[in-house]
């Protein structure tokens, strides 16, 4: 039998195993999708401990995921614009993308490019509309200067390259063993922690126009001392410090939509943007996966394959 990733109550690691389920059978408009490659997110790691109980509780027992990339298997009714065998990169909103099939809706898939790897396009659509959603609230403008915290993380790492593809210098924290990778993308590396203040204003000659934060951790209280206007700093993780301040908080459901996916498809295509994979998993190593995730340490994006 196929297997999936399930949780019977909100938890640690330990809550999560993988276990055999009946194949899905896909509804009016929906689509059976054999999944290559599923990406994992903090999101998900957040709503399993409960973090999210009261906004987005789980139904037990839950399912885990949202990106999915794989093979089209089986058509429900009325399913338009997709057939069976096609490669197509999509979404659920349902947490159960962690699995061998997946019902998804036909409106949610869009073409996978031949050049793009499989664990790519499996772990595109949390972080990628993250990144795509988080730019565009902050509209880096030709020459100006945008900092980026976290900015080798799944999301951090996309947004730098989508700023630099809108003409911005950015700025990007993380720890000095991603510098090198950073400046390979011709983003300004500097290391976070005590002095990051001054170190940000000598690398932006004391003017920064832009931030976006994908970290947390007071990171939107600096942009502010930075003097960034509050409409031009997002953060996709500092929901608390969004509130207080009134800073933008846009991402992943601002953009979750088949055309982002498929834009951000086609710059990965022509090799105009990279995610990069930390590591791949089997999907019986999910509490693996999600215990390497959760050291905040790794560099592009863990997936799992199913």
Known sequence: MPQAVRFDGYGGIDVLRVEDVPRPVPGAGQVLVEVRAAGINPGEAYIREGVFAEQWPATFPSGQGSDLAGVVAELGEG???VAVGDEVIGFVHSRSSQARYVVVEAENLTPKPAGVPWEVAGALFVAGTTAYAAVRAVSPREGETVVVSGAAGG???????????????????????????????????????????ERIKEASGGKVDAFVDTFGSGYVDLALKLGVHTDRIDTVIDFAAAEKYGVKREGNIDAAEAGVLAELAALLDKGLLEIPIAKAYPLADVRDAYRELERRHTRGKIVLLP
Request: charged share 15%; glycine share 18%; net charge negative.
């Open 155 to 197: 999301v951090g790492s996309i947004t730098v390259q989508l700023a630099k593809l809108a003409g911005a210098r950015v700025i990007g924290l993380a720890g000095a063993g991603n510098h090198a990778w950073l400046a390979q993308h011709d983003v300004v590396p500097v290391a976070y922690g005590e002095g990051v203040e």
């Open 79 to 81: 399913a338009d614009g």
